[in-house]
């Protein structure tokens, strides 16, 4: 079987870690089998749909390299899912219902009183032609509900093994609304059917509503003469550092504030969202490629993963220790880094969290420092000394056994106090690589207490 899977967000919010991670996920399960990834929008919520945040959801998958193969928006298909309905309807699995929200909400309050489930009475299909009609004349239009058939619902999911559900302890789904629009759970399930989805994954809070799609999967796919139901994998929502839910709208975990407020870059998050929660170690790929091939669903377990931000900016380090400089000379460009080179970037990466902490490094060897001056007389001597020359990573080397040969001072009393001189920083890269980058001409001018 060809493997086909997507991705289906709401364009209602900004994507967060929750619903990328789904993404992620669905995309290396395609890549490791050479499946096609779908990338679709279920915008049938027009109130809360928008094509800025469409957009947004678009700009965040291309930037974690999550490329499509498919693309489709559900509000381009109600007429298809018009002629699915008629058919369901034709077929007795799509009822109509009068009952007003108020009095729905009075049915469940009585149900949960008698510490009943809140399960429809499907009243409505007691319901005779001149009930419906003088239901009608009174201005009530009917929502559809799909009939559950009361058999066992059982499917075999790829990450919570074998679940069995029973039609007659489920309520019948609203499809269509009293305006005529399609609901989610109609509209998804054809989508799935009509673009050959042969794996649906997913959130663990989806199980209960794939208990009810598993039988409209079934009755679709028999009106249509053609299809298969979808194998299922949902997988733990994650929580919090503290074990608190998260939510769309959780503005600090949007990947768009990832990126621009966080500076967290995209293999970062991919390689931390892939093995959350599985029995591989965090650490940073060094591709999607390297992910893919190592992706299997047996390795996540059944425990609530916790997002831990200090972890994820952990990895953040590692993918830019690792970086080569032709995959971020444009972006240091970007940042105003005119001209920077492969040797400043291999003098400071090492020392990075972001990429933007490339701006400080830069500063210190391209722009005014004011030197930290503590025992003038020690740097005057250290400035005497400071070799001719071209200079290269052995400069430091020479100059420092030099400068300790002739005031005696080793260790933290030799380094400490031409680090801070020459960078204005206790911390940071190696002095010798950045030590070539300062030159000879600034270099002494710190070392003189003059800001250079």
């Not at 995309?27 to 749909?49: I, N, P």
């Not at 001149?130 to 990450?159: M, N, Q, S, T, Y």
């Not at 663990?204 to 509503?209: A, C, P, Q, Y």
């Not at 940073?284 to 390297?290: F, I």
């Amino acid at each position: 079987m060809k493997i086909a899977v997507r991705f289906a967000p709401s364009p209602t919010g900004f994507l967060h870690i929750g619903n990328v991670r789904t993404a992620i996920v669905n995309w290396l399960y395609a890549a490791r089998h050479g499946g096609s990834f779908m990338f679709r929008l279920d915008d049938t919520d027009e109130e809360r749909s928008t094509q800025a945040y469409a957009d947004a959801i678009a700009q965040d998958l291309t930037w974690l390299g999550l490329t499509w193969d498919r693309y489709a928006r559900e509000s381009d298909r109600y007429a298809r899912y018009g002629e699915v309905a008629e058919k369901l309807k034709a077929a007795g699995r799509l009822y109509p219902c009068y009952e007003t929200p108020e009095e729905l909400g009075l049915k469940r309050k009585s149900l949960l009183a008698r510490h009943l489930p809140p399960i429809y009475d499907r009243s409505a299909l007691r319901l005779s032609e001149e009930d419906r009609a003088r239901l009608e004349a009174e201005g009530r239009r009917p929502h559809w509900r799909f009939k559950l058939l009361h058999e066992d619902i059982v499917w075999d999911d790829l990450v919570q093994g074998h679940k069995h559900f029973k039609g007659a302890d489920l309520s019948d789904p609203v499809l269509i609304r009293e305006d005529g629009r399609p609901l989610y759970t109609l509209t998804s399930v054809v989508d799935d059917v009509d673009f050959a989805i042969s794996h649906i994954v997913r959130g663990e809070d989806h199980v209960t509503n794939t208990a009810v799609q598993v039988q409209l999967f079934q009755a679709v796919i028999g009106l249509e003469g053609q299809g298969e139901v979808p194998t299922f994998a949902h997988l733990p929502l994650i929580a919090g550092s503290e074990g608190e839910g998260l939510s769309k709208r959780l503005g600090s975990l949007s990947v768009r504030s990832l990126r621009e407020e966080e500076g967290v870059e995209a293999l970062a998050l991919t390689s931390y969202l892939a093995r959350l929660g599985t029995a591989d170690a965090i650490a940073a790929a060094g591709s999607l490629a390297e992910l893919a091939e190592g992706f299997d669903f047996a390795k996540f377990g059944r425990g609530t993963p916790k997002f831990d931000p200090d972890e994820l900016m952990r990895l953040n380090a590692q993918v830019l220790h690792q970086a080569p400089f032709a995959a971020v000379v444009d972006r240091l460009a970007a940042l105003g880094l005119d001209g920077v080179d492969e040797a400043f970037w291999l003098a400071v990466r090492p020392n990075l969290s972001k990429l933007a902490d490339a701006k400080d490094w830069w500063a210190v060897t391209h722009a005014p420092v004011a030197p930290l001056v503590e025992d003038a007389a020690f740097l005057a001597t250290a400035a005497g000394l400071l070799p001719d020359g071209v200079w290269d990573e052995t400069t430091w080397g020479v100059w420092t056994k030099a400068v300790s040969a002739a005031t005696g001072a080793k260790g933290k009393a030799l380094f400490l106090p031409l680090r801070r001189a020459l960078t204005a920083r206790d911390h940071g890269p190696e002095l010798k690589t950045l030590l070539p980058l300062i030159g000879r001409e600034r270099a002494l001018a710190r070392l003189a207490g003059r800001v250079a």
